[in-house]
């Protein structure tokens, strides 16, 4: 059970020393936070980036695999040709 300072027997130099505590404990809880959210939202920027170069290399991937796919059909047409003209 959680004594209040005002109801206990505590001196007034003492409820002073134990707020005083309390707000410095108030004081380091918010110091951290900042500093989660400081490393939270550089954590997500790298992310952001890394996905954005993903994408970019999918999509450079897809554009070179059409083109392949482009030139293979091309070159299967091609002998499809040649075989006809062996005939």
Not at 71 to 80: R, S
């Amino acid at each position: 059970m959680k004594t209040s300072l005002v109801n206990s027997n505590l001196t007034a130099d003492d409820r002073k020393k134990a707020l005083g505590h309390a707000e410095k404990y108030a004081e380091n809880a918010i110091a951290k936070a900042k500093e989660a959210r400081e490393t939270l939202t550089d954590e997500i920027k790298a992310l952001e980036k890394g996905i954005k170069e993903l994408d970019e290399s999918i999509a450079e991937a897809t554009e070179e695999r059409k083109e392949e796919n482009d030139f293979m059909a091309a070159d299967t047409k091609a002998n499809e040709i040649l075989k006809f003209a062996k005939k």
